[in-house]
T-cell receptor, first 110, second 117 residues
Framework: EDQVTQSPEALRLQEGESSSLNCSYT??????LFWYRQDPGKGPEFLFT???AGEEKEKERLKATLTKKESFLHITAPKPEDSATYLC???????????FGTGTRLTIIP | DSGVTQTPKHLITATGQRVTLRCSPR?????VYWYQQSLDQGLQFLIQ???????AKGNILERFSAQQFPDLHSELNLSSLELGDSALYFC????????????????FGSGTRLTVV
């Protein structure tokens, strides 16, 4: 069964202090690895899909990378509006559902 | 607005009751997925429909059922409700039959918060 583990569970950073979130996964044939952002009481908002090891994608202050066992979400010079829970999920070739990690709750302090 | 519409936004009901949650997918999307999010378990996959047919099933209780109608909207029916069913219920849709959901991934609605008292 696919498994996704995210660390840390929570992270507090000063504004401008760069850091990385980790997503470790085991999957029987990776179809795609997904990053989502979720604000309290809202639905997850799509950020990136990564398909193969070595792939990188960027969006504003966020950069996602992928290896065969884990993915990192790098946050450069974060702002308070980047505060949210970041979710990682995988899909395999055997079915079409997403398996999610429990997320990293990120707080950026002004 | 993600394009996926869920109603109602909030629902409070008593144990033993039955409720129906509704989801309208993003225009053109054929697949609908239902997820449950509780505080201690994160997002759990319940069921997927593709173009009216059940495509995949997750850890969905026998008390729960779903369907997708010809206009592609979907309903999730929850019956004999228990306190532990209190959670956020999300619907997501994707452009393709599934897979990676295309370049936009899976698009989620804003959810229905169910409280069972």
């Amino acid at each position: 069964e696919d498994q996704v583990t995210q660390s840390p569970e929570a992270l507090r950073l000063q504004e401008g202090e760069s850091s990385s979130l980790n997503c470790s996964y085991t999957v029987s044939g990776l179809r795609g690895l997904f990053w989502y952002r979720q604000d309290p009481g809202k639905g997850p908002e799509f950020l990136f899909t990564l398909y193969s090891a070595g792939e990188e994608k960027e969006k504003e202050r966020l950069k996602a990378t992928l290896t065969k066992k884990e993915s990192f979400l790098h946050i450069t010079a974060p702002k308070p509006e980047d505060s949210a829970t970041y979710l990682c999920a995988v899909a395999n070739f055997g079915n079409e559902k997403l398996t999610f990690g429990t997320g990293t709750r990120l707080t950026i302090i002004p | 607005d993600s394009g996926v519409t869920q109603t109602p936004k909030h629902l409070i009901t008593a144990t033993g009751q039955r409720v129906t949650l509704r989801c309208s997918p993003r225009s053109g999307d054929l697949s609908v997925y239902w997820y449950q999010q509780s505080l201690d378990q994160g997002l759990q996959f319940l069921i997927q429909y593709y173009n009216g047919e059940e495509r995949a099933k997750g850890n969905i209780l026998e008390r729960f059922s779903a369907q997708q109608f010809p206009d592609l909207h979907s309903e999730l029916n929850l019956s004999s409700l228990e306190l532990g069913d209190s959670a956020l219920y999300f619907c997501a849709s994707s452009a393709l039959g599934g897979g990676t959901g295309g370049r936009y991934g899976y698009t989620f609605g804003s959810g229905t918060r169910l409280t069972v008292v």
